[in-house]
């Protein structure tokens, strides 16, 4: 168990829709970074905060959106959902921005029918 | 978006064998980083490398920060059941901002062979 938990585990929703995932990052780490893992693409990093401010942008969709909270969690926010954005998506956690050794929690998989 | 060179895509292993993957890049990374992925789970890390030409074992795997700090190679020895997964590589260009981000390869999965 890497400590990083995310909710929910299965999602399954139709294209047009918006969805909400959720991360509680490690206790004490401040910093979160969303990933999304698809077959043809492999992991891809898409966004990182860092104590409540965003610090880095990958390659997320203008559709797609996130946020961390006071208290460390966040929340990846995906709309106007499109069959390709079926995926599985990861939060990892770290103890600052900088630190390489991020520990990921066990992903959302969405799928978009 | 930009990956990683992971080599092999694949690969079968017979239990008691030494298993070998790569990891290049056309760009220098600061840090390389292994993990390695379960069904259903999140990837774990196994090693991270700091310096060129640094060697760092994990129990039986033995990862490798190449001299060119374009490249790095992950070795198992005496493979075992349990070391089946997807194994992928990760680096990170600089520290902080978009520097301090993960790059992953595509993974090598590993299977027992049949």
């Known amino acids: 168990d890497s400590g990083v938990t995310q909710t929910p585990k299965h999602l399954i929703t139709a294209t047009g829709q918006r969805v909400t995932l959720r991360c509680s990052p490690r206790s004490g780490d401040l910093s979160v970074y969303w990933y999304q893992q698809s077959l043809d693409q492999g992991l891809q990093f898409l966004i990182q905060?860092?104590?409540?401010?965003?610090?880095a942008k990958g390659n997320i969709l203008e559709r797609f959106s996130a946020q961390q909270f006071p208290d460390l969690h966040s929340e990846l926010n995906l709309s106007s959902l499109e069959l390709g954005d079926s995926a599985l998506y990861f939060c990892?956690?770290?103890?600052?921005?900088?630190?390489?050794?991020?520990?990921f929690g066990q992903g959302t998989r969405l799928t978009v029918v | 978006g930009q990956q990683l060179n992971q080599s092999p895509q694949s690969m079968f292993i017979q239990e008691g064998e030494d298993v070998s993957m790569n990891c290049t890049s056309s760009s220098i990374f600061n840090t390389w980083l292994w993990y390695k992925q379960d069904p259903g789970e999140g990837p774990v890390l196994l090693i991270a490398l700091y310096k060129a030409g640094e060697l760092t074992s994990n129990g039986r795997l033995t990862a490798q920060f190449g001299i060119t700090r374009k490249d790095s190679f992950l070795n198992i020895s005496a493979s075992i059941p349990s070391d089946v997964g997807i194994y992928f590589c990760?680096?990170?260009?600089?520290?902080?901002?978009?520097?301090?981000?993960?790059?992953f390869g595509k993974g090598t999965k590993l299977s027992v062979k049949p």
């Open positions: 990760a680096g990170q260009r600089g520290y902080g901002g978009s520097q301090g981000n993960l790059i």
């Open positions: 990892a956690s770290s103890p600052n921005p900088g630190s390489t050794e991020a520990f």
């Open positions: 905060y860092y104590n409540g401010e965003e610090r």
